[in-house]
């Protein structure tokens, strides 16, 4: 299995373009998003038309496989043959990147985590969804649709692809008693200060606040990703309180693996995926979803607002969430898969248990990746909350 987020560690700072409206748009608005935000006017797609030819797509690693790395692992060449779309792939390392991408109005869809896809919305730079035109949209787990990642007043901007939780990993063999809270990798006073680990990104900060919305009534934060002034300071302090302990910070999975192999580390942040992979490896390792629940990730399929292949774009998204496609990609990938019927198509018949596809309960304590806004996501209007920007910045101070 190959994570695409491998280099996500350099989450440069990405400012929305909120006035006038962005590439693609139109004077006016769709509707008002968190603050009061004005989201710019994009038709979408009233009818479905003959194919173009070609699809020009941006993705994370391991999401648009076509046989060149593993010849039993290709979703694209079926697709290809079936609908006459030729698939032009560019792999992104970084949602920063594909935000980039994405403005050059060179590609028609993209598979935007939710630290993107609301930079992608406001800027203009996607159009909404005319789900009624994928037909494989109906059998998405319901968890999954119209999310604050993923639509803006009731207009859907995408296609939920898959998710996971960033869960506690520990050393069994190290780490006694087992631990059931986040406080293990935040006591100033651990037992295994230096072997510590925490995932490199300025989307860690909402870990903290989560562990601090948990602990920390008094602060009275409500949405890890919508931090005041004083929220985020909070947060902040942690982490660098934190920082102390950390032997290091990871962004590749594979080093990851290894540090819990050789020992490095016996405790930290982690997926499901390298779990999956340390023990394969023979390291006496466990993980958690702890007490006060985590942060995670769920992907979404966008159509870009200048999309100049719009009705390929919409059979690559009908495609790639349909029951077999999404399978392949979920465990390829390492995932829970967003159509429920992709649980019977896995090869691993455990694969959806493994990765609780279809325990809602489950996902209801994980705190999907959203991106930090000025105007306050938990619905605040008399403060100003801490954007992307602002948390770029403060990651740098935090690791010194």
Not at 306 to 333: D, R, T
Not at 334 to 346: D, H, V
């Amino acid at each position: 299995m190959r994570s695409g987020r491998i280099v996500m560690a350099a989450l440069a700072a990405g400012v929305l373009t909120l006035a006038g409206c962005g590439d693609g748009g139109s004077s006016g608005s769709t509707g008002s998003g968190p603050g009061g935000l004005s989201v710019p006017k994009i038709d979408k797609l009233a009818s479905l038309g003959a194919g173009e030819g070609t699809v020009n797509v941006v993705s994370w690693a391991g999401y648009v496989e076509d046989g060149s790395t593993d010849k039993a692992v290709d979703w694209v060449t079926g697709f290809e043959s079936e609908t006459g779309c030729q698939v032009n792939n560019k792999i992104a390392g970084t949602s920063d990147e594909m935000v980039a991408l994405m403005k050059t109005g060179e590609y028609d869809v993209v598979s935007a985590s939710g630290d993107a896809s609301l930079r992608l919305i406001y800027g203009g730079d996607v159009a909404p969804v005319n789900t009624d035109l994928i037909s494989n949209y109906k059998d998405v787990f319901e968890g999954l649709k119209n999310q604050r990642w993923n639509s803006v007043d009731g207009a859907s901007y995408g296609v939920p692809h898959g998710r996971g939780a960033n869960l506690l990993m520990y050393r069994t063999d190290q780490v006694q008693p087992a631990p059931t809270s986040w406080s293990a990798v935040f006591d100033p006073a651990s037992p295994f200060k230096g072997k510590i680990t925490a995932y490199d990104s300025p989307i860690y900060i909402a870990d903290a606040a989560l562990y601090l919305m948990k602990t920390k009534p008094d602060l009275k934060i409500t949405n890890p990703y919508a931090l005041d002034d004083t929220q985020f300071q909070a947060a902040v302090d942690l982490l660098k309180q934190q920082n102390e302990l950390i032997g290091e910070y990871w962004s590749d999975y594979t080093k990851e693996v290894q540090a819990f192999k050789a020992g490095n580390s016996v405790l930290g942040t982690t997926w499901q995926v390298i779990v999956n992979l340390t023990k394969a490896d023979g390291a006496p390792v466990e993980a958690i979803l702890p007490s006060e629940g985590a942060t995670g990730w769920s992907d979404t399929w966008m159509i870009s607002a200048k999309a100049a292949h719009p009705n390929c774009a919409y059979l690559w998204m009908n495609h790639i969430i349909s029951p077999k496609a999404n399978a392949g990609v979920a465990e390829w990938f390492g995932e829970a898969p967003s159509n429920k019927l992709s649980c019977a198509q896995t090869a691993d018949k455990n694969h959806c248990a493994t990765f609780h596809a279809e325990d809602e309960e489950y996902f209801e304590q994980v705190w999907y990746w959203t991106t930090p806004l000025a105007q306050c996501l938990d619905g605040r209007t008399d403060v100003t909350c801490k954007d992307y920007s602002a948390w770029t910045q403060a990651w740098t101070t935090i690791k010194g």
